[in-house]
C-alpha cells in the first residue's frame, strides 16, 4: 500500500472514531433532553395530583415549569440542528474519503428513489420530531392546568 492511501486510511479510522462519538453523543442528549423536558412539563399535574392538599398554588404559578420547558425545547431544538451539523460534517468527510479510496466499488446496491429518500438527514429530522413531541406535551398540560 502506497503511502498517500496509508494517510488516507489512517484519516478515515480517525473520521470514523469521531462519527461514532459524535453519534453516540447525539443520541445520549437526544434522549436526555426529551426526558428532563417531558417531566419538567409534566410536573404540574403531578403537583396537582399528590401535593396539592398541602400548599395551593394559583394556575399562573402552575403554568411556569410546562412555559420553561417550552423555552427549554427551543434550546434544545437549536441544540439538535448544531449537533446535526457536526455529524453531518464528519459524515461528509468519511464519504469523500471513501469515494477517493475506493472508488468503482459499489458497496451498497441502491434504487435512485430510495437514495433520494436517504438524502433527508435523520439528524436534522429528529430535533423537528422531539421538539414537536415536547410542545404538545406542554401545550396539553397548559391546557388541562387553565381549562381544568
Keep these: 500500500m502506497n503511502p498517500e492511501k496509508e494517510k488516507d486510511m489512517q484519516l ?18 437526544m434522549t436526555q433532553f426529551f426526558i428532563a423536558i417531558a417531566f419538567l412539563s409534566v410536573l404540574p399535574l403531578i403537583y396537582q ?15 411556569i415549569l410546562p412555559g420553561l420547558s417550552i423555552v427549554l425545547s427551543l434550546f434544545f431544538l ?13 459524515n461528509e468527510k468519511i464519504n469523500a474519503l471513501t469515494r477517493e479510496n475506493f472508488e468503482g466499488r ?19 429530522v429528529v430535533p423537528w420530531l422531539f421538539f414537536s413531541m415536547e410542545l404538545l406535551i406542554a401545550g396539553y398540560i397548559l391546557l388541562i392546568i387553565w381549562v381544568f
Design 12 to 29: 478515515l479510522e480517525l473520521y470514523w472514531e469521531e462519527w461514532k462519538y459524535r453519534h453516540e453523543n447525539f443520541w445520549k442528549r
Design 49 to 63: 395530583s399528590f401535593i396539592d392538599e398541602a400548599i395551593k398554588l394559583n394556575q399562573f404559578s402552575l403554568s
Design 78 to 90: 437549536w441544540y439538535g440542528f448544531s449537533e446535526s451539523v457536526r455529524l453531518i460534517a464528519v
Design 106 to 124: 459499489s458497496f451498497l446496491l441502491i434504487s435512485v428513489t430510495a437514495r433520494r429518500f436517504l438524502k433527508i438527514r435523520i439528524s436534522k
